[in-house]
């Protein structure tokens, strides 16, 4: 990419250049353009048609400071225009077709049409809670009002909905309720209400409880003919710590009420189920482990239920990696999903995914990957089938390309007319993303290991930059080719900066097979193996050629921050920066009081703390913190139960008190293991980045607290960073002061007017006074204008043009910040008769003695591009190449209503357009 010097001239002479990206800065991303993320969390397909979509659309909602859902409606016949069906400040999510096709059902904890919470009431147990809603035509209605949450649900037919909820309260939980009694008995089986079945019907929304059961139910699934239901059991409040008493899973007859439980082997930890559209038999998703007790490291399997004779077969997926229930991760939604003869579903492929087909003739499986043109990189399928057609919808994503829905037909295994069907973040379409390569390497064990290499976004070949390493957490997960950026990973800020990011499939991650990620337990592979391959990953990018040896640094939350503080103890001088997330540091305390502890810290160190205290210190980077000398920052949620704040507390103290390395502790309050509010979001990306930019890329800045984000003095000092020492506003090229620009309302348009400055380059004897070079060019004409135009497109290989009518029309649409106009002088609005006074009594002045410097006055958008409404009257075009003057000028009022005011030739200038 060409380079553009921007140049400060100094007072003395002295040329100061700094080489800015070509790409306007409106064109780089930002950490609200990061925070602004449209996510599809879920969608559902007319089971009638097959041409109406339903998706769930996460978005920032700002007010409430978190990400809000709502459901909006589109389909191959509408293209990717779609209708916003739910609006609030409350979520709506998971939303189902009924099977006529005719309603739509979701939950929400909107308030409901007579809330029952007490006015003014804080508690949580008075908060509105998720109910049953249904959308038929107009607005949505609740189904349920009950006193306690609906957690899932499914259709029976078209007038009954099958549901999972808490048992209304008992005596003994309203009294404590009535006697504000907040207190908490740790895992209290005895008194923990159960989750039962139940099911409304529409007409009458009369509520009948289908279940006794004492334990909880967690998940339904409900068969498409409405016959049967699957339903998950939890039958521990401990189960996530200690995997002791498994789940149970059963099968009931909604007709006459007959339970059986499936599943009953210990092998069984289901994930999902899928039913056949003929209700006849289910596919369930098995997280697969040989170990006998824990489920830290897993494989998901596919099984086949008949529901006829009650058995459960195992579908030969022929694929040792399993099923790619990572794909959960990035786009929520069916990895599988059934057709009359088999299923579709995505494979564990490391790096990626594979789709594939299977169909099954008597016991016989046969597997056939899926083929066109977007048959890679899907990560969210569904088949519905209607009149013969198998209809394909599904989410596709690469590593550098955001997420959207498509809908297409499977035609044997070929997808077939696919069609993107919406355009999420819009936003980021003319930002740059990072070129992204798949690189592989041998690691620990001298085995093969992959990584995604994100490069910088105007890297050349030859150059060797920066790297930072950013680690995914788990441990058993993975980083896919799919897009990544978000709050804990900000990818494309870090690219932006000239740096490369590596991101490792280490040992014990996901998507590999059982082998490999159950590789690292055992007395000390939890630490050694992945570091291992970290290490090496960067020595084989180093020995490429691409990456400087001496500006690594390192990032990561959750294990990704635990792998972080590993590589700083093992080898102190490499990483000049480093950040971790919500990371353990030791492990001890870490058994009791982490919501996972037993299980995960028994199956990788393979003892508990008693048995064994010494591969506790051994592999804690406590006891080595003595070793860092890489300077840290620290991110931690105080209510975080997955990694509990005492490790970034002890992580703080250890550096502050133990050694000399600079180090930064920000924590957040109410925030658990993932961050919820946009403010702390925002925070903790900042805060990393000027962490980043001080230690690993030397371009740090003072920080300015005192400087309010929108208000005239920062847009003062975003004019003056375009600004040369002796006044000169613009970027060299070629030795030429040309116009800076900015994307505002989708033009890339000069920031400013032209200058007469910038102008006098180009006009042979144009007037460029002393202290006035930063003024409008004024006592332009047209055909002048069009000349700097076409100079500027010789000059830059380029092309530059003034704005067109359809531009304009966006540009100069009358604002209410001050400009300058007649009224800024006036100091009221004057009418017409008072204008031509007040043009009268500055006439004496001199020619264009109204004008100012440009930039002088508040600037318009998010970019700031300044003088849109006043200074000088701007030139624009027509459809027809014609000149039309734009926008206000000094000399005339703000008052909109003279359709084409005779501005003083001295107010006439322009700016221009690059394309």
Known sequence: ?????????????????????????????????????????????????????????????????????????????????????????????????????????????RPLPKSKGKAGDDS?????????????????????????????????????????????????????????????????????????????????????????NADRISELFVAPDGRHVVTFHSQSLRFEYDNAIRPQYFLTDLRSGEQKRIFADRRFNLLA??????????????????????????????????????????????????????????????????????????LAAGARVKAARFTREGQTWTRTWLEGTLASNLFALKITPV???????????????????????????????????????????????????????????????????????????????PLVLMIHGGPCAADLDAWGDRCSYPIQLHCQRGAFVLRVNYHGSANYGLEFASSITGEDNYYKLPVTDLERGVDA???????????????????????????????????????????????????????????????????MPWQNPAVYTANAPYYQADRIRTPLIIFHGDADTSVPIHHGW???????????????????????????KLSHMKRK????????????????????????????????????????????????????????????????????????AQFGQCEAGYPVPAGRENFPASGVTFEQARKYCEWLCQLTGEKWRLPNVDEAEKLYEAGDAEENTLDHWAGYAPNPEDAAELRASVAPAGAGALLESVGRFASAGKEPVFDLGGNVAEWTTDKDGKPVLSGGSADQPKEPRTRKPQVDPEYIGFRVVRE
């Open 541 to 607: 990018l180093i020995e490429r050629g691409l990456v400087d040896p001496d500006r690594i640094g390192t990032l990561g939350w959750s294990n990704g921050a635990i792998l972080t503080l590993a590589l700083l103890t093992h080898n102190p001088t490499r990483y000049r920066a480093a950040a971790s997330g919500a990371g353990g540091f030791e492990w001890v305390a870490d058994t009791s009081v982490t919501s996972f502890g037993q299980a995960f810290n028994d199956y990788y160190f393979g003892a």
């Open 273 to 346: 189920i899928e039913w056949s559209p003929d209700s006849r038999e289910f596919f369930a998703a098995n997280r697969f482990t040989t170990h006998p007790k824990y489920l830290c490291a897993t494989v998901t399997e596919c099984w086949r239920f008949d529901v006829e004779d009650t058995r459960e077969t195992q579908v030969p997926l022929d694929w040792p990696n399993g099923l790619a229930s990572e794909v959960m991760n990035y786009a929520s939604g069916d990895y599988l999903s059934t057709t009359a003869d088999g299923f579709v579903t995505l």
């Open 1 to 109: 990419m060409t380079k553009i010097m921007a140049s400060f001239i100094a007072a003395g002479g002295l040329l100061l250049s700094l080489v800015l990206s070509r790409a306007a800065a409106a064109d780089e991303w930002s950490t609200d353009d990061l925070l602004a993320t449209e996510k599809i969390v879920r969608f559902v397909v007319s089971p009638t048609d097959a041409q109406t979509v339903i998706w769930e659309k996460s978005a920032p909602d700002k007010e409430k400071n978190e990400y809000i859902s709502h459901l909006f409606r589109g389909g191959p016949a509408s293209g990717t225009e779609a209708v916003q069906l739910t609006r609030g400040k409350d979520s709506c999510t998971h939303p189902r077709f009924s099977p006529d096709g005719k309603r739509i059902a979701f939950l929400s904890a």
């Open 650 to 676: 002890m992580q703080f103290r250890a550096l502050q008190q133990r050694t000399k390395t600079p180090v930064r502790f920000v924590t957040f309050p109410g925030e658990e293991h993932g961050l919820k």
């Open 387 to 465: 009149a013969g057609t198998n209809h394909l919808h599904f989410i596709r994503t690469t590593a550098s390309t955001p997420p959207q829905l498509f809908a297409a037909k499977l035609d044997g295994a070929r997808i077939a007319d696919p069609t993107a069907i919406t355009t999420l973040n819009e936003g980021w379409k003319d930002k740059a993303k990072a070129r992204v390569e798949i690189v592989r390497w041998k690691g620990a064990r001298n085995e093969e290991v992959e990584g995604l290499l994100h490069y910088p976004h105007d890297y050349k070949s030859g150059q060797r930059r």
């Open 124 to 212: 949580d147990e008075d908060k509105p809670k998720s109910q049953i809603w249904l959308l038929e035509h107009g607005e949505p209605y609740p189904l349920t009002e009950l006193d306690r949450a609906v957690k899932d649900f499914g259709w029976r037919d078209a007038n009954h909905i099958v549901f999972i909820a808490q048992e209304s309260p008992a005596e003994r939980e309203r009294e404590l309720k009535e006697k504000k009694d907040t207190s908490a008995v740790v895992e209290d089986e005895a008194n923990e209400p159960p989750v039962r079945l139940f099911e409304v019907e529409l007409k009458s929304k009369k509520v009948t409880r289908l279940s006794t």
């Open 685 to 756: 990306i900042d805060e990393e980045l000027a962490w980043f930019d001080r230690y690993l890329y030397g371009t740090a800045k003072p920080p300015e607290p005192w400087l309010k984000e929108g208000s005239p003095l920062a847009a003062l000092a975003a004019r003056t960073k375009a600004k040369s020492d002796n006044g000169r506003l613009g970027v060299l090229v070629n030795g030429r002061l040309v116009p800076e620009v900015a994307r505002f309302k989708g033009v890339q348009v000069g920031r400013f007017e032209v200058t007469r």
